[in-house]
Structures are given as structure tokens and as C-alpha cells.
């Protein structure tokens, strides 16, 4: 166990719905990071939050959505879903505060199939 | 913009050594890191470097060229359940809002 819980494992639905990602992260780190993997694809980086602000953005799609609560657990929202949007979802927690950190550590992941 | 390459597949067998190679084109550098993943598993920590030389942590080693953009992760005394995706990964800034931008993994698959 990472310390980092995400849920849930998997996740079944159809084209047009909308899904949440839960993601608590380890005890004591302010960051969350929502990283995308799709079939054969590296990990594409969605979104930042550290301690409840948003802090960094990748290529995240206008359809999702994502925010970090003042228990430090996050969210992510993926609307409109499409046949595409298949992959595995990662969170992973950092301390990100100054100095050098080993701390990205990733949850266990949520698997999403749209059908 | 952000570039990190590494070789799609490598084969190697049991008990051997193997050497895989990442370099790097991004905006900013603050440490390189290793991952390992198993597949449908998250990855997880290997090894770190911010300053150029060799880091060795038992079996695995890691050695960063800040200067070339380049890195490698060696493997010595292959076994069997280090068959799995070896991600290479930048992190782009210090502190806050610092992110790991990752390459597209090398599979590796270790042969008896």
C-alpha cells in the first residue's frame, strides 16, 4: 500500500455520461497530480493542486474538470465521455514543498472503460 | 517545448546487465526519476538524480548528464520480475508547482 488511495478501481460506463475519480493522497502531502495512460501510452499529466489551489496544467481536456478539497483529497471530473477517453487514471501525492523530494508517490489507479 | 526519449523495447536475458537510455528536452530541469511498472500497476520509485554522476542503490544504478540531456538506468543481475515498463521522468521546476513529465516507457522483457 503507496498511502495513496484512489478509487474506484474500475469503472464501467457509457459514451455521453459523466464519471468522478476520487484520490486521497499519502498523510502529509499538500500536492495531488492526475496523470492519464492510455493503451501502448506514456503518462500524460493532466493537472496540479497543491493545497487546495490549482498549480499547474497539462493537456486536460475542456470536458474534465478537477479540484482539491481542504481535506486535501481530489477529484477529478471527466463529462462527455467518449470512446477515447478509455485509459487508465493515476493520481500520484507529492510534499512539494522546497528542497529536492523523493515523495511522487501514485496510487493503485482507476481503470475507466467507456463503452 | 517538452521532449523525453527512450527506446520502446528491450530484451534481455537472466542474469545479465542492461542499460537503458533516456535523453531529455525540456523547459526546465529539476531532477530526473526512474519509475518501474508492472502492467495495470502503478509505477513505482526507483531512483533519483539532480546532480550529473552514477547513483547505485543495490541492483539498479542511475546516471545523469545534465549537460548532454541524457541518462541511463542499468540493471545488473537481471531476474525474471524485473520484466515490466521502465519510465524515465523530468520533473520540470522546484517546489510547488514542480510536475513530472514522463517519457513513453521501455518495455523491457527479461529472457531465461
Known amino acids: 500500500d503507496s498511502g495513496v488511495t484512489q478509487t474506484p478501481k474500475h469503472l464501467i460506463t457509457a459514451t455521453g455520461q459523466r464519471v468522478t475519480l476520487r484520490c486521497s493522497p499519502r498523510?502529509?502531502?499538500?500536492?495531488v497530480y492526475w496523470y492519464q495512460q492510455s493503451l501502448d501510452q506514456g503518462l500524460q499529466f493532466l493537472i496540479q493542486?497543491?493545497?487546495?489551489?490549482?498549480?499547474a496544467k497539462g493537456n486536460i481536456l475542456e470536458r474534465f474538470s478537477a479540484q482539491q478539497f481542504p481535506d486535501l483529497h481530489s477529484e477529478l471530473n471527466l463529462s462527455s465521455l467518449e470512446l477515447g477517453d478509455s485509459a487508465l487514471y493515476f493520481c500520484?501525492?507529492?510534499?512539494?514543498?522546497?528542497?529536492?523530494?523523493?515523495?511522487?508517490?501514485f496510487g493503485s489507479g482507476t481503470r475507466l472503460t467507456v463503452v | 517545448g517538452q521532449n523525453i526519449d527512450q527506446p520502446t523495447e528491450m530484451t534481455a536475458t537472466e542474469g545479465a546487465i542492461v542499460q537503458i537510455n533516456c535523453t531529455y528536452q525540456?523547459?526546465?530541469?529539476?531532477?530526473l526519476f526512474w519509475y518501474q511498472q508492472h502492467a495495470g500497476e502503478a509505477p513505482t520509485f526507483l531512483s533519483y538524480?539532480?546532480?550529473?554522476g552514477l547513483e547505485e542503490k543495490g541492483r539498479f544504478s542511475s546516471f545523469l548528464s545534465r549537460s548532454k540531456g541524457y541518462s541511463y538506468l542499468l540493471l545488473k543481475e537481471l531476474q525474471m520480475k524485473d520484466s515490466a515498463s521502465y519510465l524515465c521522468?523530468?520533473?520540470?521546476?522546484?517546489?510547488?508547482?514542480?510536475?513530472?513529465?514522463f517519457g513513453q516507457g521501455t518495455e523491457l522483457s527479461v529472457k531465461p
Open positions: 500520484a501525492s507529492s510534499v512539494a514543498r522546497t528542497g529536492p523530494n523523493y515523495g511522487y508517490t
Open positions: 498523510s502529509g502531502d499538500l500536492s
Open positions: 493542486y497543491y493545497n487546495g489551489e490549482e498549480r
Open positions: 525540456t523547459s526546465g530541469f529539476n531532477g
Open positions: 538524480n539532480v546532480l550529473d
Open positions: 521522468a523530468v520533473r520540470d521546476r522546484a517546489g510547488q508547482g514542480g510536475k513530472l513529465i
